[in-house]
């Protein structure tokens, strides 16, 4: 029941701009899912394209403090958790701890997981977390969102090939995870097109869906937060069908950025690649968008 559904989500704030929590909890909210935030960083803005990023980190003890709050008080009654950016190991640590107690007082509690390490070949955060989230972070996760640059940070191999990438969903699964969605790889670029992947294991079978997503010519921010909060969403609402759920997120994404890309083209004549300080996410202008999405997008299994 929707109305059972209550999530905590811990990843980053910004003051102005959407990514992390900004990007997850309007849509959740507006989805219908009850949503509780920690924010383990607060900045002015994102980290990239900016001059600066001035703000606040939660250390673990804050993140345990905050949560001892919560139980204390009896109201640590989640079914969902969310995870994404996170700048510190020790802070991470505690965030498994975190989620070890929330799954001990609701079995039933699914994590999603968003790895957030980095993309297109270079970290966001130290290297140090690379190790916590494989042996650590993952093997809590029921869902976990990697995109291409981090799936093969947590499995050592390479996404060349639709064969490769089963080889590495199935090495993510191995850790735990009953689903594994790869929110963007390359192996169609040339073409104009980034492919999403997902799969699951049900009854001992490993299925693989794949679902094709035109590329938009901008340096977003955030998409990969809104991308977990949406496959969270719709996973649940779906009751837990991957393949509606990967084409209601995929077209929803789609609609979303080309939003935001729109509506930089429509103030700037010059229409150049706009940078990343430059196109915040339109979440709240894509409000009837993510409510009532269209199936655009088609899955299909490979």
């Given at each position: 029941m929707m109305n059972d559904c209550r999530i905590l989500t811990i990843q980053s704030h910004v003051v102005y701009g959407y990514v992390g929590n900004k990007s997850a909890t309007f849509p959740l909210q507006l989805l219908g899912f009850e949503t509780d935030v920690i924010n383990s960083v607060q900045?002015?803005?994102?980290?990239?394209?900016?001059?600066?990023f001035l703000g606040q980190m939660l250390e673990s003890s804050d993140l345990?403090?905050?949560?001892?709050?919560?139980?204390?008080n009896g109201i640590d009654?989640?079914?969902?958790?969310l995870t994404g950016y996170t700048r510190s190991k020790s802070f991470l640590l505690m965030l498994v701890d975190v989620c070890k107690k929330l799954k001990k007082k609701n079995p039933n509690l699914i994590y999603v997981c968003d790895?957030?390490?980095?993309?297109?070949?270079?970290?966001?955060?130290?290297?140090?977390?690379?190790s916590v989230y494989r042996d650590d972070v993952i093997t809590q996760a029921d869902i976990i969102t990697p995109n291409?640059?981090?799936?093969?940070?947590?499995t050592g191999m390479k996404i060349t090939s639709l064969k490769s990438a089963k080889e590495v969903m199935l090495k993510l699964h191995e850790k735990g995870p009953e689903v594994v969605v790869i929110s963007?790889?390359?192996?169609?670029?040339?073409r104009g097109i980034l492919v999403a992947l997902a799969s699951t294991i049900e009854d001992g079978e490993f299925k693989c869906l794949k679902i094709?997503?035109?590329?938009?010519?901008?340096n977003y921010r955030g998409s990969g937060d809104l991308f977990s909060a949406l496959l969270l969403a719709w996973w649940q609402r779906t009751n837990f069908d991957l393949k509606t759920t990967l084409e209601i997120v995929a077209s929803t994404m789609y609609v979303v950025l080309k939003n935001t890309l729109d509506h930089y083209f429509k103030y700037d004549a010059f229409l150049r690649r706009p940078h990343s300080s430059e196109i915040e996410l339109k979440?709240?202008?894509?409000?009837?968008?993510i409510e009532e999405p269209k199936i655009i997008l088609k899955a299909e299994y490979f």
């Amino acid at each position: 029941m929707m109305n059972d559904c209550r999530i905590l989500t811990i990843q980053s704030h910004v003051v102005y701009g959407y990514v992390g929590n900004k990007s997850a909890t309007f849509p959740l909210q507006l989805l219908g899912f009850e949503t509780d935030v920690i924010n383990s960083v607060q900045f002015s803005n994102h980290t990239e394209g900016y001059t600066t990023f001035l703000g606040q980190m939660l250390e673990s003890s804050d993140l345990l403090q905050l949560y001892n709050g919560l139980n204390i008080n009896g109201i640590d009654n989640y079914s969902h958790l969310l995870t994404g950016y996170t700048r510190s190991k020790s802070f991470l640590l505690m965030l498994v701890d975190v989620c070890k107690k929330l799954k001990k007082k609701n079995p039933n509690l699914i994590y999603v997981c968003d790895p957030v390490l980095g993309d297109d070949g270079r970290l966001y955060v130290s290297d140090e977390l690379v190790s916590v989230y494989r042996d650590d972070v993952i093997t809590q996760a029921d869902i976990i969102t990697p995109n291409q640059f981090e799936a093969e940070l947590l499995t050592g191999m390479k996404i060349t090939s639709l064969k490769s990438a089963k080889e590495v969903m199935l090495k993510l699964h191995e850790k735990g995870p009953e689903v594994v969605v790869i929110s963007s790889t390359s192996l169609e670029f040339s073409r104009g097109i980034l492919v999403a992947l997902a799969s699951t294991i049900e009854d001992g079978e490993f299925k693989c869906l794949k679902i094709e997503i035109p590329y938009l010519n901008a340096n977003y921010r955030g998409s990969g937060d809104l991308f977990s909060a949406l496959l969270l969403a719709w996973w649940q609402r779906t009751n837990f069908d991957l393949k509606t759920t990967l084409e209601i997120v995929a077209s929803t994404m789609y609609v979303v950025l080309k939003n935001t890309l729109d509506h930089y083209f429509k103030y700037d004549a010059f229409l150049r690649r706009p940078h990343s300080s430059e196109i915040e996410l339109k979440i709240v202008q894509s409000k009837k968008d993510i409510e009532e999405p269209k199936i655009i997008l088609k899955a299909e299994y490979f």
